[in-house]
Structure formats: C-alpha cells, structure tokens
C-alpha cells in the first residue's frame, strides 16, 4: 500500500470516531432546573421557620433573671466561735483549767474527809439518845437516897451511874450546865416561865432534864423553866 492510501484510510478513521463521540452540551446554553410545586413548599416553610427561630432566640436573650441585690439584714453571718475577720478560735488555756480542776479536787477530798469524820463522831448518836433515858432514870434513883450513901445498894447504883457517865464521855458525849445560864433556843426547851426572887428574868431557874452534847453539837436539849423576875406585889 502506498503512503497516499494511507493517508486516507487514517482520515476516514477520524472522521468515522467524530461522528460517533457524542457533542458536549453547550455552556452558554445551558439553563438551571425548574423547581417543581413539590420542591417549592418545602422552600417555602424553611424560609418562614427561619424568622421564628430568630425571634425565639431573641426572646431568649432578652429575657434574664434580674438578680435582686440582698438585703442589708440577710448578709451571712460567720459561723460561731470565728469572728468577722475569720480569726482562727482561741487556743484554750490548759494551765489554768488544769489548776482550776486540781483545786475542785482538792475541795472534793477536803469535804469528803470532813463528812466521812462526821459520819464517825455522829454514828452513835441514835444508841446514845437511847442510853441517856437510862442515865436520868439512875440519877433521879440517886437523888431519891441521898439519906442513904451508906447503902451498899445505893452505892451500887452509883457505880452503874458513873459507869455509863465514863462511857458517854468516851464516845464524845458531854452534859450541858443549864442552872443559873441565860435561856438560850438553841439549847434549851423552855416547859415553863415561873416568878423567881433570886433567879433573873430570862434565866435557867430549873433543870427538868439535863442536855447534852456530843463532840460538841448539840444531843439532846434541856428541858428548863425560865424565870420571868420578881413578882410584882
């Protein structure tokens, strides 16, 4: 084959592949896609919600709560035991507590000595009230024989007399001189008030029955007449 058949078999083929490429649409013509009533309302209520949505967020922003300034009288107060400059609390004082409780203590002890030895003077005072009944009883026998010391029953009684007398004095338990003494409430329990020329008025005139003390505090209380003076007339 000759180069000139060639050359028109290459041209052929040329042709024949433009005639079968398809032709590109044109630019200028080309024209934007036309919405359909379907497509359009969509649009439509996008566009509308988009105002609502605005003026909700408007609203937002406008509306706030107003903080109200706090009263003068509702401001907080510092808890107890811390003052206004939120000091830290006082150090307790531990020497003077401690010497406060040693002296408390020592108060306790003292007056827990000072009951127990009363409780030991004082616990037989019920059985020496008791003894004193018998102690009168021997007395006024005594007084009853004085005609008779030389009795050896007399003398026995005597014996008994200053027997228990001994022990009563032993366990603290000493007799109260009334005859002739100031009346006194505290220990005396005045029966009687009888005219007396030689007593004073207001004096012990005479002893019923004798008191008596025990370590010093009162036992038993004398029973006494009081003379009221001179009788007039």
């Not at 026995?156 to 603290?172: E, I, R, S, W």
């Amino acid at each position: 084959m000759s180069e000139e058949e060639k050359k028109e078999e290459k041209i052929e083929e040329t042709q024949e592949a433009g005639e079968t490429a398809s032709p590109l649409p044109d630019a200028a013509t080309d024209e934007p896609p036309v919405a359909t009533d379907g497509d359009a309302e969509p649009a439509a209520e996008g566009a509308a919600e988009e105002p609502a949505a605005e003026e909700s967020v408007a609203e937002g922003t406008t509306e706030e709560p107003s903080e109200e300034p706090a009263a003068e009288g509702t401001a907080e107060e510092p808890p107890a035991g811390q003052e206004s400059g939120d000091q830290a609390p006082a150090v307790p004082d531990w020497k003077d507590m401690y010497a406060r409780m040693r002296a408390d203590f020592e108060n306790f002890r003292k007056r827990t000595e000072r009951d127990r030895a009363d409780l030991a003077k004082f616990a037989a005072a019920d059985v020496l009230k008791d003894v004193l009944a018998t102690v009168d009883n021997l007395a006024r026998a005594l007084d009853g024989a004085k005609d008779k010391k030389d009795d050896p029953f007399v003398s026995g009684v005597q014996l008994v007399y200053d027997g228990l007398l001994k022990t009563l004095a032993d366990h603290g338990a000493t007799p109260l001189d009334s005859m002739g003494e100031p009346f006194d409430a505290n220990y005396h329990e005045a029966l009687a008030t009888l005219p007396s020329p030689d007593v004073p008025e207001g004096n012990v005139m005479t002893e019923v029955k004798r008191g008596w003390l025990l370590n010093g505090r009162l036992l038993r209380a004398a029973q006494v007449v009081v003379s009221a003076g001179k009788a007039e007339g």
